[in-house]
């Protein structure tokens, strides 16, 4: 069963085309995930998904209501976090899961059975009557994440989840993210740049680039499409024509004295190709990640954006103003 | 309604296009409530704020009135008691537009965020602010007027009256706070206001002297313009019997700038990115 369904979705903010026409379609219990630089339109689209936006043109449906048409109804069905911290610091733990409560209108016979709940599938039940300003920066991910569903949403969308925390915690908000997601079924909808991450947690993944959808599969077919496994061989002299008709060779590519082979199966091949080569100097097996995807589909590398923001100023800008406080 | 979205960052929606039934109203109030408790929460937590909002009335009642009320007093009231009803509007001023002007720095941190996706309209956040504003405002005003026996010529029962003319006048500008706050991008309007508007509202309320043909004529106009004057003067009217309008009148004008400051707030802060 379809939970999302999105058709044509575009966004415009004056001459910048943020979103270009999403089609995209997300069933019931999937995690799936946005992947793409900052500034490809993954905040933008979430942003309508939850009605904080509104579209330019398009139209997407989730959880049977039409984003434009019902906002209030599809609010109701969503949960969001969203990538810089919202929590009231002059409340306690508790007390902001009550204020969401009393906002997601959670009868009051439900409210506190639920937020106890929540507070335990986080960890923070010991924690949770400290003002929200005592806490890390991973408890008090946890606590929004436990905020966004506490309603007991349909779906769950997280705006880059671990972006700013340490890798040990980033992988710990990952284990809740799962937990989360197994309870009730929750589809939840993500972005992020760490590749890794994606690869590891998504059943679903679909590549943005300058407002659009690139390539939308699983992770595995994704890196499958890439051919196999890379094995790059150090060697003055190799014999590439020799190497690249042998049947399980896909693509071989030159970079200075190191071919990159891409190969299926580079374990049960690799003694054939080394016996054809003389003179190696060294061999490296890798396997490709969405990395190799994204550097395939668009000819850079997703973080090379991080570092000259190619094109991403609006989501940029966005993010220096919330941080410069 | 595929809105034509040419602003250049994103705006909210409140979604309020759905038809109104019973169950909507009930949401609609608890979100108002929400918000309401969210504020108290707030306000109680901070005592310091609660006692200084508390002292510093006090202090120009007691350190400033009773030093010009030993050498002045108007007709037969002595300047310390003639000014406190002054002073109490003084706090509702100060009291209620700073409450307002906070959404500044709770926009800044984001806080008001996680808010507004709420499945409850602007509308609704505007009112519980609002609601929650006054009854932090009130709480000041009750303590102050559990001072008032040490005032001998205000008339205790003169408090319900006065108590009403304030939380009228606490709407007022509890919305206007807010309004100017979904306006303003930063916190260093806030000084500009605090100086142009804040303390001339103040000054010219006719809080501190009394509003007769012995004013400049310029003065006098200004005051007369003024919506706070008609609460000091409704107050004084409660308090003390000395009073220049009929007290209804002074509750119908004051009644009529707060219907005008709620449409004029609720309406910016829909707007308000």
Same mark, same amino acid.
């Given at each position: 069963?379809?939970? @999302?369904?999105i058709?044509?979705l575009?966004?415009?903010f004056?001459?910048?085309?943020?979103v270009r026409?999403i089609?995209l379609?997300?069933?019931?219990g999937?995690?799936?995930?946005?992947?793409?630089?900052?500034?490809?339109?993954?905040?933008t689209t979430i942003?309508?998904?939850c009605?904080?936006?509104?579209?330019?043109?398009?139209?997407?449906i989730i959880?049977g209501f039409?984003?434009?048409?019902?906002?209030?109804?599809?609010? *109701?069905?969503?949960?969001i976090v969203?990538q810089d911290p919202?929590?009231?610091?002059i409340?306690?733990?508790r007390e902001?899961?009550?204020l969401h409560?009393?906002?997601y209108?959670i009868?009051a016979?439900?409210?506190s059975? +639920?937020i106890?709940?929540?507070?335990?599938?986080?960890?923070?039940?010991?924690?949770a009557?400290d003002?929200?300003?005592t806490y890390?920066?991973?408890?008090?991910?946890?606590?929004?994440?436990?905020?966004?569903?506490?309603?007991?949403?349909?779906?769950?969308?997280l705006?880059?989840?671990?972006?700013g925390l340490d890798?040990?915690?980033r992988?710990?908000? +990952?284990?809740?993210i799962r937990?989360?997601? *197994?309870?009730?079924?929750t589809t939840?909808v993500l972005?992020?740049?760490?590749?890794?991450?994606?690869?590891?947690?998504?059943?679903r993944?679909g590549?943005?680039?300058?407002?659009?959808?690139?390539a939308l599969?699983t992770?595995?077919?994704?890196?499958?499409?890439?051919?196999?496994?890379?094995?790059? @061989?150090?060697s003055?002299s190799?014999?590439?024509n020799?190497?690249l008709?042998?049947p399980?060779?896909?693509?071989i590519?030159?970079?200075g004295?190191t071919?990159?082979?891409?190969?299926?199966s580079a374990?049960l091949?690799?003694?054939?190709?080394?016996?054809?080569?003389?003179?190696?100097?060294?061999?490296e097996?890798?396997k490709p990640?969405?990395n190799d995807?994204?550097i395939?589909l668009?000819?850079?590398?997703?973080?090379q954006?991080?570092?000259?923001?190619?094109?991403? +100023?609006?989501?940029?800008?966005?993010?220096?103003?919330?941080?410069g406080? | 309604?595929?809105?034509?979205g040419l602003k250049?960052?994103?705006?909210?929606d409140?979604g309020?296009?759905?038809?109104?039934?019973?169950?909507?109203?009930?949401?609609?109030?608890?979100g108002?409530?929400?918000?309401?408790w969210?504020?108290?929460?707030?306000f109680?937590?901070?005592k310091s704020?609660?006692i200084?909002?508390?002292?510093?009335?006090l202090?120009w009642?007691?350190l400033f009135?009773?030093?010009i009320?030993?050498?002045?007093s108007?007709?037969?009231v002595n300047?310390r008691?003639?000014?406190?009803?002054?002073?109490?509007?003084m706090?509702?001023i100060?009291?209620?537009?700073?409450?307002?002007?906070y959404?500044i +720095?709770?926009?800044?941190?984001?806080?008001l965020?996680?808010v507004?996706?709420?499945?409850?309209?602007r509308i609704?956040?505007f009112f519980?602010k609002?609601?929650?504003g006054?009854?932090d405002?009130?709480?000041?005003?009750a303590?102050?007027?559990?001072?008032?026996?040490?005032f001998?010529s205000?008339?205790?029962?003169?408090?319900?009256l006065?108590f009403?003319?304030?939380?009228?006048?606490?709407?007022a500008?509890?919305?206007?706070?807010?309004?100017?706050?979904?306006?303003?991008?930063s916190?260093e309007?806030?000084?500009?206001i605090?100086?142009?508007?804040i303390?001339?509202?103040?000054?010219?309320?006719?809080?501190?002297?009394?509003?007769?043909?012995?004013l400049?004529?310029?003065?006098?106009?200004?005051v007369?313009i003024n919506?706070?004057s008609y609460t000091?003067?409704g107050?004084?009217?409660?308090?003390l019997g000395?009073?220049?309008?009929p007290?209804?009148?002074?509750?119908?004008?004051?009644?009529?700038f707060a219907?005008?400051?709620?449409?004029?707030?609720?309406?910016?802060?829909?707007?308000?990115?």
């Amino acid at each position: 069963m379809a939970i @999302i369904e999105i058709r044509s979705l575009t966004k415009t903010f004056g001459k910048i085309r943020a979103v270009r026409g999403i089609d995209l379609t997300i069933e019931k219990g999937e995690i799936f995930g946005l992947l793409g630089p900052n500034g490809a339109g993954k905040t933008t689209t979430i942003g309508m998904l939850c009605t904080i936006i509104r579209p330019t043109s398009g139209n997407g449906i989730i959880a049977g209501f039409d984003i434009a048409k019902h906002p209030t109804q599809v609010r *109701q069905n969503v949960g969001i976090v969203f990538q810089d911290p919202t929590l009231d610091t002059i409340l306690t733990g508790r007390e902001n899961l009550q204020l969401h409560a009393r906002l997601y209108g959670i009868p009051a016979r439900d409210r506190s059975r +639920w937020i106890e709940e929540m507070l335990e599938l986080v960890d923070l039940t010991e924690r949770a009557d400290d003002l929200t300003k005592t806490y890390s920066g991973g408890m008090r991910r946890r606590l929004e994440l436990a905020r966004g569903l506490l309603h007991r949403p349909a779906v769950l969308f997280l705006d880059e989840p671990t972006l700013g925390l340490d890798p040990q915690t980033r992988a710990r908000t +990952w284990e809740y993210i799962r937990k989360m997601a *197994q309870k009730e079924r929750t589809t939840v909808v993500l972005t992020t740049h760490y590749m890794e991450e994606a690869q590891l947690m998504c059943d679903r993944i679909g590549i943005i680039d300058t407002g659009r959808i690139i390539a939308l599969d699983t992770p595995g077919n994704m890196i499958d499409m890439l051919g196999g496994d890379i094995v790059a @061989i150090n060697s003055p002299s190799p014999p590439l024509n020799k190497i690249l008709s042998l049947p399980y060779v896909s693509a071989i590519k030159t970079v200075g004295d190191t071919i990159e082979i891409t190969m299926k199966s580079a374990h049960l091949h690799l003694a054939e190709i080394l016996s054809l080569i003389d003179n190696v100097v060294s061999v490296e097996i890798r396997k490709p990640t969405l990395n190799d995807v994204f550097i395939k589909l668009t000819g850079r590398d997703i973080r090379q954006e991080d570092a000259d923001n190619g094109g991403g +100023w609006v989501e940029t800008i966005a993010r220096y103003r919330q941080r410069g406080k | 309604m595929a809105g034509a979205g040419l602003k250049p960052s994103p705006g909210i929606d409140s979604g309020e296009n759905e038809g109104m039934n019973s169950h909507n109203v009930q949401r609609e109030l608890l979100g108002i409530s929400a918000v309401w408790w969210r504020e108290f929460k707030v306000f109680w937590r901070e005592k310091s704020r609660i006692i200084s909002s508390v002292v510093q009335p006090l202090m120009w009642l007691f350190l400033f009135g009773s030093g010009i009320g030993a050498s002045l007093s108007v007709g037969s009231v002595n300047y310390r008691d003639y000014i406190y009803p002054g002073i109490l509007t003084m706090s509702v001023i100060f009291g209620s537009v700073f409450f307002g002007l906070y959404i500044i +720095w709770d926009r800044k941190l984001d806080v008001l965020k996680a808010v507004l996706v709420a499945p409850v309209t602007r509308i609704s956040i505007f009112f519980g602010k609002v609601l929650g504003g006054c009854t932090d405002v009130l709480l000041q005003v009750a303590i102050l007027f559990a001072f008032s026996f040490l005032f001998p010529s205000i008339n205790p029962w003169g408090i319900p009256l006065a108590f009403l003319l304030l939380l009228v006048t606490s709407i007022a500008l509890v919305s206007l706070g807010l309004a100017l706050g979904s306006l303003l991008e930063s916190l260093e309007g806030f000084q500009v206001i605090s100086a142009f508007l804040i303390f001339p509202l103040f000054f010219l309320s006719g809080a501190l002297f009394p509003i007769d043909e012995k004013l400049p004529s310029w003065l006098g106009g200004l005051v007369k313009i003024n919506p706070l004057s008609y609460t000091v003067d409704g107050v004084r009217g409660a308090l003390l019997g000395i009073n220049t309008h009929p007290i209804y009148i002074d509750l119908g004008i004051i009644t009529l700038f707060a219907a005008v400051m709620l449409i004029l707030g609720s309406i910016l802060f829909s707007r308000m990115k």
